[in-house]
């Protein structure tokens, strides 16, 4: 959509390479199969009515339930609701399933943009967008119901180790595959390479680079003997 209607180029939240992992969580919730990701060009259904597009999903894909939520638009110009998409899919047999918006709980105010008209206080990216430029960790877990991943894609960065100090890890924010929070220093994270147990580690984010810092000296040889081309990096609370 973005491409589409030209707007600003701006980082996931997910990274595309650990969607996979997010959706594989949501295996006990859906009879213990982890769904598949399957996208269509946002080019080719834009133009589409409600009608049209709901045609497209039976006839073409053979799509059999949709599960959307209670603000969810469609067709062209967003000229579908929610109850329409209950009543096209009746039309062309499929089952449709409507979900209440999660609500914030904690119900923190944010500034209120043009784009944001339809913000009521539901959890939605855009809540976890502003949490992660606060710099909220805390906050950023809730709204998840998860820890946030900062994935990073290592090029010749090498780890600088000392027996008194521990290691460091410096990576330029170009490396960065999604959205990291705020400058600043986040204590009590953890980085992940590859599928080995999370160890500790504190994160520094300064205007052009991303630093870890660590004390476990064998982790520093592990990732120094090894060819890693990506880190996981969770953030604590």
Not at 141 to 164: E, F, I, T, W
Not at 199 to 212: F, K
């Amino acid at each position: 959509m973005a491409e589409v209607f030209g707007w600003e180029p701006r980082a996931p939240i997910v990274a595309k390479c650990d969607r996979n992992r997010i959706l594989s969580s949501w295996a006990p919730c859906c009879g213990n199969i982890a769904p598949a990701e399957f996208q269509l060009e946002f080019s080719s259904v834009r133009h589409l009515t409600p009608r049209q597009f709901v045609e497209k999903l039976s006839v073409e894909l053979g799509v059999c339930g949709v599960v959307a939520g209670e603000n969810y638009r469609f067709g062209y110009k967003a000229a579908g609701d929610a109850s329409d998409l209950m009543r096209l899919c009746t039309d062309y047999g499929m089952g449709a399933y409507i979900v209440n918006s999660v609500m914030d709980k904690n119900q923190v105010p944010i500034s209120m943009e043009l784009s944001d008209l339809k913000e009521r206080g539901q959890v939605s990216s855009t809540r976890v967008r502003h949490a992660l430029a606060a710099g909220d960790m805390k906050y950023v877990s809730d709204l998840l119901g998860r820890k946030h991943r900062l994935m990073v894609m290592l090029k010749d960065q090498k780890v600088v180790a000392d027996n008194s100090t521990g290691w460091r890890l410096s990576a330029p924010k170009s490396c960065l595959m999604n959205l990291p929070p705020k400058d600043g220093v986040y204590k009590n994270c953890s980085i992940l390479v590859g599928d080995e147990h999370p160890v500790a580690c504190t994160v520094s984010i300064d205007e052009t680079h991303i630093h870890l810092d660590g004390y476990d000296l064998d982790l520093c040889n592990y990732i120094s003997s090894q060819d890693f081309s990506l880190l996981g990096i969770e953030f604590g609370n």
